[in-house]
């Protein structure tokens, strides 16, 4: 059977009575059929629906901390966020017996802790314990909370919505890049840190109480650490996704203002590199979100990973200057860091609604590995041979994420294919036999399939 057949998507459709329906992939989805069977909620479609970067290219030129080297200064941008995946057991169970808004306000207490905590240490070890680890943990518990309520409200449009709701972290970086570097440069870096401190504490509590989530709805799988997932083909897929693609996307982001100096730029132009970065991050993200409800989440995922390969090696490798390096981060901005603005929509189409809180925690815990030694490892390339070992392995790393996301994208229209082969078929005598044609699902067929996914 062609997944261009008939199928029924396990996705609501939007309107006013809960259904499932039948519909073909490509199909357009705005109108359920009238024969749709009511069996789930549906999400209404609307509703309450950081610059390391910059402290880095400071500590990396100025010997701040007495023998501290280079590979700590990386350590610690690493910790910053792979401790926000390491704090996702901690955030299910708080989210379970304390509820989304208590443990948004943790999470808003952790961050202004570290950030001000970071504004008064006077060694390297006091850094790691507030810039990585506490900062790390207040990331967990704001990001992952916010990132599992957004998907319960929204349905035909999820992608769009987390496109444009993840493009406010592209638009905060633009302007953390500037004002950062700004104060860095005029009041120093104690300063900048307790500024940053007392905007994150204001913002993020007001945040708190107005993001509300459905899960009396929704009633979601919250395990503190949900093991049985990793026995799942399509939920290893997604870890491989996320684990080579931040291994490229760490050294991208932490390392640009350090490169711009590296070719002779000043600092303040180092720091507009890596505000244009974010830039790209605001104005691509809901235009990727848009295209991804329009031509299918896993399909834009794995094109977006890839062309972010591309770009690295074609255009990085040979910036030598202002004007190319700034064009280079806005088109990387645009393509490169769409991985935590699609991943929840895609982990919802993959494994549904119920066990996306389980599988994404999963996969938080698991992308700690890439997070914290991503950039050590590339400074130790840079360090070895020069910045072109370093854009090669970032270039790398994104086509193999592409990679690993396109035979995701083999298993979910194979798992489509049975499934209305199984309802087509379910009296059939050859029933048996249909289901077992279907067990290989890594064909030629489903890799050079185009449709909609």
């Known amino acids: 059977m062609s997944p261009s057949d008939a199928v029924e998507l396990d996705e609501p459709f939007s309107g006013r009575n809960s259904g499932r329906r039948e519909l073909a992939i490509g199909q357009s989805n ?18 309450y ?22 590979l700590e200064y990386a350590l610690i941008g690493g910790l910053s966020i792979s401790s926000s995946g390491l704090s996702a057991p901690l955030v299910s169970v708080s989210q379970r017996y ?7 306000l943790i999470g808003t207490g952790l961050l202004f802790a570290s950030l001000f905590g970071a504004s008064y240490a006077t060694q390297i070890w006091h850094l790691f314990l507030t810039q990585g680890v506490c900062f790390g943990f207040a990331l967990g518990f704001l990001y992952i909370p916010a990132t599992a309520v957004l998907p319960q409200w929204f349905s035909t449009r999820r992608s769009l919505a987390m496109g444009i709701a993840s493009a406010g972290s592209g638009l905060g970086g633009l302007a953390y890049n500037l004002v950062a570097g700004r104060i860095v440069q005029e009041l120093g870096v104690d300063w900048a840190y307790r500024i940053l401190a007392f905007c994150g504490l204001a913002v993020n509590v007001i945040c708190s109480f107005l993001l509300k989530d459905r899960n009396k709805a929704v009633q979601p799988i919250q395990n503190a ?18 684990f080579f693609t931040e291994l490229g996307y760490i050294v991208l982001l932490y390392s640009l203002p350090n490169y711009a100096t590296s070719i002779g730029l000043t600092a303040g132009q180092g720091s507009v590199v890596g505000a244009v970065l974010n ?13 991804s409800d329009v031509f299918g989440r896993i399909n834009m995922a794995a094109l977006m990973t890839a062309l972010s390969g591309v770009v690295c090696l074609a255009i990085w490798v040979p910036a030598k200057n202002y004007g190319v390096l700034l064009f280079f981060a806005l088109t990387a901005g645009c393509f490169s860091g769409i991985f935590w603005m699609t991943i929840t929509p895609v982990t919802a189409e993959v494994v549904g609604l119920k066990r996306l809180p389980s599988s994404f925690t999963v996969i938080c815990l698991v992308l700690t590995f890439p997070s914290t030694f991503a950039e050590p490892i590339a400074l130790e390339m840079v360090a070895a041979s020069g910045y072109l070992s370093s854009q090669i392995f970032v ?5 193999l994420a592409a990679a690993s996301t396109w035979v995701l994208r083999s298993w979910k229209i194979n798992q489509i294919e049975m499934k209305a082969a199984r309802e087509r078929e379910a009296d059939s005598p050859d029933a048996g036999q249909i289901a077992a044609e279907h067990n290989i699902w890594l064909t030629p067929k489903s890799l050079l399939w185009l449709g909609r996914v």
Do not use: C, K
């Open 30 to 47: 705005d109108n359920p059929p009238p024969d749709a069977v009511a069996v789930e909620d549906v999400p209404p479609n609307g509703g």
């Open 279 to 291: 830039l790209g991050l605001g104005l691509g993200r809901p235009v990727v979100g848009y295209y």
């Open 98 to 104: 304390f509820g989304t808004q208590i443990t948004l």
């Open 49 to 70: 629906g950081w610059a390391w970067g910059i402290f880095l290219a400071h500590y990396l030129s100025d010997s701040t901390f007495e023998n501290a080297s280079n």
């Open 395 to 399: 270039g790398g790393m994104f086509l």
């Open 225 to 242: 650490f949900g093991y049985r997932e990793l026995g799942n083909v399509e939920v290893i897929l997604l870890i491989a996704w996320g």
